[in-house]
């Protein structure tokens, strides 16, 4: 590979995308995948459902039992850009204090949060390992009943919701929790391969997942909406600023 092709790919990598050349994509067989309605119809893109589906569009169909994703290997590989939207935001309003639903391995949230008073809430069998590796910081059991033992300014739940079978019990939470900044991410269902627009989603950790459309009907159902944006292309990413109803 030539030097320019190796810087080229370089920047790429650094925003979130790659470039492929044309000598190296192949088309597909003919006849081996189907093009013809492999997505919805273009006015469906901006379709919501009912409330008691989570305004999700009718018709969909989301797993009630899904898999245990375990993310204490993890590090920065996903939603990078979400906790460094969020640590702009924590600046921006001088917000000191931080509670990360579903903090996985909380690699980012030390990262970008080390120093600000944190919180991080995830299941039993994660926190056994952040206590062990993070003793001196604050975990919670992801219960929703325990409020965080201080008052966080700035709630995150990064690609959290997607994997709860009533996404109402978080928000609630986060509702009682009164920040005054929230940060929510989620795959944005419309960038996700084909075959997915109807469910159950291809990740056999998720319950549900949202097209962009249904995910901000459903977030202003409960807060007010500051900004709502494609976070990252390339990992199907949406990502919404709010903020609780005065």
């Known amino acids: 590979m030539s030097a320019l092709k190796r810087s080229a790919h370089k920047i790429a990598r650094k925003f979130g995308y790659d470039i492929v050349s044309s000598a190296s994509a192949r088309p597909a067989i003919c006849g081996s995948e189907a093009i013809l309605g492999s997505f919805p119809p273009f006015n469906q893109y901006f379709a919501v459902g009912r409330r008691e589906n989570y305004f999700i569009h009718n018709g969909y169909e989301a797993r009630s039992e899904n898999a245990f994703y375990d993310d204490t290997a993890n590090s920065d590989q996903w939603q990078r850009e979400v906790y460094q939207f969020a640590r702009e935001v924590c600046d921006r309003d001088a917000l000191r204090s931080v509670c990360d639903i579903g903090c996985g391995s909380a690699f980012k949230l030390l990262t970008y949060f080390e120093d600000l008073e944190t919180v991080g809430i995830d299941l039993p069998a994660t926190l056994n390992f952040l206590r062990q590796q993070w003793p001196d910081r604050v975990w919670m059991d992801a219960n929703y009943e325990v409020m965080p033992p201080m008052s966080a300014q700035m709630v995150i739940a990064c690609d ?76 199907c990413t949406q990502c919404v600023l709010c903020k609780p109803r005065c």
């Open 160 to 235: 959290v919701i997607e994997h709860l079978n009533n996404p109402d019990h978080l928000l609630a939470y986060i509702a009682e929790i009164n920040p005054a900044k929230i940060v929510l991410s989620t795959p944005d269902r419309n960038l996700l391969r084909r075959g997915t627009h109807n469910g159950p989603p291809g990740n056999l950790a998720h319950c549900r997942e949202w097209g962009f459309a249904e995910f901000h009907a459903y977030v202003a159902h409960w807060f007010d909406i500051e900004d709502h944006f494609i976070s990252s292309a390339a990992q």
